[in-house]
């Protein structure tokens, strides 16, 4: 088993030196255009969803402000995780960006007056992905527990597509994503449409 835990942590260190190489050659430009409106398979999960769950994008993460500015244009609820203990992630709803603040690992999160609420889309993100839909987050796996949380909700994974590898190592309680959206293609197993 700690033979696997290597290779993920291997796989882990070279996407990230690879996400962060890849972000810093984008112009200012481009990073402000990247994954600002959803492209059409997503927006169409995105228009039937009522509650769609987000991340507060650190680094070179792929960013998720302008997704947020463009759900709250079209009237969804937004929602970001919340780290409570090694519990699944609890999703709250946000309805100014004011609402965040430093949470687990510095990262943003909504404050203790946010309303939780069940998402029916959950945008995640990682460090590196595959075409059949595996993911390597943090290493924490609070994505993981909290797919099979929400078994309902779809999960979009959301990367630069400098982050995909040829196949990801997977453990059993590894939960594929619905979709893969990048800066340049969608990537997704079934069609999501009907």
Known sequence: MSSLKDKKNKLREEYRRRRDAFHRQLD??????AF??????LAKLIEQSDVIAL?????????????AEYLAEIGK?????????????????VNNIDLLEAGFRNISEPNAHCPAV??????APMIVFDRSMRR???GGGYYDRTFEK????????????VQETDAVPVQPHDIPLHMIVTES????KVDMNS
Not at 28 to 33: D, I, N
Not at 55 to 67: C, K, N, Q
């Open 136 to 138: 390597l987050g943090q």
């Open 77 to 93: 609820t937004i929602a970001y995780p919340v780290v409570v203990g090694n519990s699944p992630l609890e999703f709250r709803k």
């Open 28 to 33: 200012m430009a481009t990073r402000g255009l």
């Open 36 to 41: 600002r409106r959803p492209p059409t398979p």
């Open 150 to 161: 929400y078994p309902e909700a779809i999960r979009i994974g959301l990367a630069w597509s």
């Open 118 to 123: 069940t998402p029916d889309v959950i945008i």
């Open 185 to 188: 293609e969608i990537i997704q």
């Open 55 to 67: 991340y507060s994008a650190i680094g070179s993460e792929a960013p998720t402000a302008r997704l």
